[in-house]
């Protein structure tokens, strides 16, 4: 059992699935990299990788992933000449805990050997402090007299996707310090790992074997006595030569701090993330702590300030999804920073601000005269997109499909362009628009408008050919979603540019001449205008999926996968299954429902949802937060709840799919767990942070007595409480102003340092 | 060896390939049914299809298809007991004959039983002269005396793709007149068939066995004496009650008049066609002889008068392609028409204005707001697409193939919208224009308006997502060829009205009102004006088939096909093989350069035609005849000679694709026969009959020394006597007026019963 703030387990991972699953459950990041929960003597069979952040490498002609770095926190333990590993030696005992509260991980298991018990016991974190540092204390015990040897040092047998990354791996000794380092295909990056040890056990004898820079140390073990040693362990990446020297400079100076005081430090930051971040749910342990647990998910991945990183669909769970971000950044794990830490906010944005160069050149190659920002589907790095256009291997031919993701799935730039306006509105920080946000915002509409064909006879823009969220249905024509995000991308250029020029009318001209786009905007006024978005059917509310969603084929998602050949068969791409019937794959109408919730009304939004959540086949992880998120609003808290649950619990309970067509796409999934706050905090707390007031109707379920949390919002801090009775509201004392809360409908001021309390009123019937 | 009126063959069909190609080669048809070459003994089992033209039934769920009728032809004959087939009985020699002069195939066999030669020979004509009829003469002898027993009748098994088509088959008799009638399943429409017989072998036993409504008799056969009989067949179709009376009467009615005057009439008819039809090679014989099968194939296609059919793409060769009308009827028989027999021509065109309310459902149907005429992609009686959604079997997963064909290959509206005004041009009879024609063209003009987009940023109209010829290649944008189309029937549009508002304008005010087309007329003008069409690149020449295919992967049409997991595979629709790539099915710019040939300069026929022709599958039967006429232009005349026998001959060598994907394809094909006489006469011909002129610009293959035939032009008649020096002129003495020919540049006035000899002027290197 996991109390609320740790993730327990007491079986070993045994088989591949456990493996896989393990690895993303007990994972540990810091935003530099990460460490998936493998134990100590894992290697490469077990799938350990330490995944950097932003460091990619094509290796020959398979597709660009992140590169892992050499395991510097490998250890390996022999008792009586026989090596001692949960996948080969007799297990008296397991635990192992994910310690949330400080993203450490600890694992204790006693083995059973020739009649000797042998306990081992580690802990390992990867220093928020010091981005580069990882540290594991280690201990092992013999409950009777034994020759124990221990084999430590740097694994340099990685697991990868699509590797090898690292060519001319060599191994290095600088005093008592281990370095491997190796340089990556494509860029010739240097990546550098190193690995010092604190311990009093004797001197250690130095070899490199079997790909592994190792020191060892073999001794006679007192019954009952616990040995145990520290190492430190850093990851650099850079230029040749200074990498190396960072990271024996890394791990030297760790250790010469002590691992005390290198927990401390970690701790300290950890404990300032949580005072911001958590969540408190009374009443419900099991909500409560898959809240914490998506939260956690968000904050280990959060990118190191100025890292110029944003957060991969999966994090740093490894290599899938090529370490690539996608629109689930913006439109799922944005809100979570936006609102809590948005100093995190700030950098996803400020990742789209220093890849539009990339989005541009994506526009220019992507179709015949495009313009402007189209924004990679799967973005590393330089921004190019990573998305390859067959995409999906088909298990039935053994062949790539062709799949329109990175061509046809235009709604990203407006993602990422709502997202920079949020971004304003709710912080009331313009230096994100002067500092290229406004850029991007421009040139995310004039990819709109250079892809946005106008129809003479109906007197409106349409955008043709694009695959909205539902990626089953490939090249629809006028997507609800798409036009509704391209509409919203058009609106906020107007409101950039008019804002820009009435407040900083230097830095709007400066940026209008420097895009050469002064004719340009008031096509952007009049696209916002003009821009066809399906509206609600007057008699039924339904709102159309895209052109000719409502003349396919009703079938029921069982059904639907009862006519696969095979179990991995992809239900869409051109002939799959889903393509001629109204079966989707996630929320599209109702993910637009929810972006845009202030532009409709809750009928329509009951009838969208109720339509199409059965047709729904919920295959991605973004669906059930918005199907949550959308019930909640209208009323239907019990399937909200249900799928609250669903998505907080996903990479705990692991039953996400670990293949589509032949693609492996195991590893956690950081959207969902965005998904978890805000259905927590917009679905249950009804919070909507505006430009001028933040909007609370709260709708808690009934299994929650109240829900807490922070709210960042102008640069200010709050802290809400919430009951079925009524709503608390408490401004830090440093706040700068007082902001209006707009609590059920009541609005009320709450001014620094002053508290707010709002007292539900008695429904009338 | 065939002569060039012949085609013969001495081996009968053995096996099923043979079956089928025999099938296909010796079919005889007179516009209203098509008999399969199948021989008299022949059942289901071997293919035998007496197909209708114009009857369509559905049978289930399987698609709409033409009614095959009951076989009046069957008979069988047994000697000592036992029956006779070139399939179960030792053949001695074996003579199969198609008359192309009259259309009439005979057969002569000699079969070995029992050390006795039977000889079998039967003669069989459809009637050009009475479309209902069919009759077999047909004669018994053997060497050495034996009994001999003789059933013949009707056979009411009937060779369905997707049948049974006739329910409540049942056999009647009226007298000694056998009559067999059903009716369809869909609507109830009546198919009668009779039989009659002139013999003088004594009398008859009638019985109904087997499915068959049969009349039998058996003697004791005199050794070397011939036994006759003639067998008059007729099938009627319409309503019940009627059609039988009309079948029983046609077969009495013909017995009355006689065998002897039966075919005369039929051979009056036949010498007239070809008088008229007939193209002379001289040098040549095995191009004048494909080339006359080629328009034979076409004469007993070509719809009785009045009856407001068209010709099917496998003629009435059987039911393959469900019996519609494609495309290929205008563009690629309606020529050979229109230059030799109008009055056919004009049957094809009433066909398309009969057929208009269909054209304009489909257009409402098929789209969001599309209005006017989008043609079926698949026609048959009523107009509606026969054409499904799901058209091809994929013999990988055993499921059908989501195809486009139906809903985005809309160039076939341009196609006939093409045809009706060229019917104008080439006659000067604007009597089709009136009578429906202007109308198909104008809701063709409205059709295209509703289906373009305009591009704000490029002031142009494009054509979005559409498949052109070339159908590897689905949902294209800015497909060459389909823009050429659309503006094309803007022009036409803008033409067509103008010529009604000057020469009928109480026609065309009438015409604009039931229309209620007056505001968008001038919307065509401009459309015509800036639909934009992919141009020759000004450095290479080279025209891009659509947006992005230069950006395809280029590979050999070779390596492709080595890919295929199955033979059949079919290599478009969404995921197939050469979908990503630069290979295409068939001629797509290079139709364009030919239809449009007045637009474009040798050079670029000659540069496009050596980028695309590499890259051409020639994966349909339309392909090989567009390459040959444009190299004959730009004059790689070996080449255009190598396609114009590839063309005209595809039949005859049978080397044609029997299945795309699970779906049989097999049967004839009129439209690489009409392509075949277009090579010989616009290709090396150089014939253009324009409004003003008709210019000849010759280029024989060296291993023609001349080519004759007729032209109809303006109402009158030409004889066009080509050589390598010089170009001969007769008009007919009953012409009109003078007309203008253009011979070799060069302008000369034909008059009425003169003849005009035009001499190639001596190049200059």
């Known amino acids: 059992m996991s109390d609320l703030w740790t993730v327990r387990s007491s079986s070993p991972a045994h088989d591949r699935d456990a493996i896989m699953r393990d690895g993303n459950i007990y994972q540990i990041a810091n935003g530099h990299m990460g460490y998936r929960g493998t134990l100590d003597e894992f290697g490469p069979a077990e799938c350990v990788a330490v995944t950097l952040a932003g460091v990619f490498d094509r290796g020959g002609d398979a597709w660009r992933e992140p590169v892992n770095a050499p395991n510097g926190a490998y250890t390996q ?16 005992s397991h635990n192992q805990t994910l310690h949330m509260r400080n993203a450490v991980f600890e694992r204790t298991t006693e083995f059973e050997i020739g009649g000797k018990t042998v306990t081992i016991h580690s802990v390992r974190f990867l220093s928020l402090k010091r981005p580069h540092l990882g540290l594991v204390e280690f201990g092992v015990r013999c409950d009777r007299a034994a020759r124990i040897r221990i084999e430590t040092g740097i694994d340099g047998n990685i697991w990868d996707l699509n590797g090898p990354h690292l060519r001319q791996l060599k191994a290095d000794q600088s005093g008592d310090i281990l370095a491997v380092s190796g340089t990556t295909n494509e860029a010739g990056k240097a990546v550098a790992v190193a690995e010092a040890i604190e311990a009093d056990l004797g001197p250690w004898n130095f070899e490199n074997r079997d790909g592994r820079c190792l020191r060892t140390i073999e001794f006679d073990a007192v019954a009952g006595r616990t040995y145990r040693f520290t190492k430190y362990f850093s990851v650099h990446a850079g230029v040749d030569g200074t990498a190396g020297d960072a990271a024996v400079a890394t791990v030297r100076d760790a250790r010469t701090l002590g691992r005390t005081a290198c927990l401390a430090e970690h701790d300290a930051l950890w404990t300032e993330r949580w005072g911001r971040c958590d969540v408190g749910i009374e009443g419900d342990d099991q909500a409560q702590h898959a809240l914490r647990y998506s939260i956690f998910q968000l904050l280990i991945a959060a990118p190191v300030a100025g890292s110029g990183n944003s957060i991969p669909a999966r994090a740093l769970s490894g290599q899938v999804y090529k370490g690539a971000v996608f629109w689930d950044t913006e439109m799922f794990m944005f809100p979570f920073f936006l609102h809590t830490c948005p100093e995190k906010a700030i950098e996803l944005l400020r990742y789209r601000i220093r890849t539009l160069d990339g989005a541009r050149r994506k526009a220019q190659t992507e179709g015949p005269g495009f313009k402007g920002a189209f924004y990679a589907w799967e973005s590393q790095e330089t921004g190019d997109d990573a998305c390859t256009y067959f995409n999906i291997g088909d298990p039935l031919t053994k062949r790539d499909l062709r799949t329109h993701f990175r061509d046809k799935q235009v709604h990203i730039s407006g993602d990422v362009a709502i997202a920079m306006w949020e971004y304003f509105k709710v912080t009331g920080d313009d230096s994100v628009l002067l500092d290229g946000g406004a850029e991007v915002i421009l040139e995310c509409a004039r990819f709109y408008y250079s892809y946005a064909y106008f129809k003479r006879d109906k007197n409106r823009f349409e955008i043709l050919d694009v695959i909205g969220p539902d990626e089953y249905h490939e090249r629809v024509n006028n997507n609800a979603f798409t036009n509704m995000v391209a509409k919203a991308t058009f609106e906020i250029a107007d409101a950039a540019a008019e804002y820009l020029k009435r407040k900083h009318p230097e830095a709007f001209d400066a940026l209008v001449g420097k895009l ?44 639907l996968k009862a006519k696969r050949i095979h179990p991995d068969e992809y239900l869409g791409a051109g002939q799959g299954l889903a393509v001629p019937t109204k079966v989707i794959k996630q929320a599209d109408v109702v993910m637009m429902l929810n972006l845009f919730k202030d532009r409709f009304s809750n009928e329509v939004k009951r009838a969208n949802w109720e339509y199409y959540e059965p047709r729904t086949e919920h295959g991605s992880s973004l669906s059930a937060c918005a199907y949550a998120m959308v019930a909640a609003e209208f009323g239907d808290l019990d399937f909200a709840y249900r799928y609250f649950l669903k998505t907080a619990r996903i990479d705990l309970e692991a039953k996400y799919r670990i293949y589509v067509g032949t693609t492996f796409i195991g590893g956690s999934h ?19 942070a505006c430009e001028t007031h933040v909007a609370v109707d709260p709708r808690l379920h009934r299994n929650w007595k109240s829900l807490r949390f922070n709210l960042a919002y102008k640069g200010d801090v709050f802290a809400v409480g919430i009951s079925h009775e009524a709503v608390e509201i408490a401004a830090a004392p440093g706040n ?30």
Chains 1, 2 share one sequence.
């Open 77 to 92: 333990v022999a008792v009586d000449g026989q090596a001692v590993s949960v996948r080969k030696t007799k297990v008296r």
């Open 516 to 559: 050469g786009i002064a004719d340009e905007l008031p096509q952007f006024s009049e696209a916002a205008r003009l821009l066809y978005v399906p509206e609600p059917d007057p008699d039924t509310g339904l709102i159309e999926q895209f052109d000719g969603y409502f003349q396919l084929r009703d079938t029921s998602v069982e059904a």
């Open 736 to 765: 700068t102003a007082a902001r209006t809360f707009v609590v059920w409908g009541e609005a009320a001021q709450c001014a620094p340092g002053k508290s707010l309390s709002v007292k539900r009123k008695k429904q009338v019937a």
């Open 670 to 688: 950081p959207a969902a767990n965005g998904g978890a706050w805000m259905t927590a905090i917009f679905g249950f707390g009804g919070l909507k």
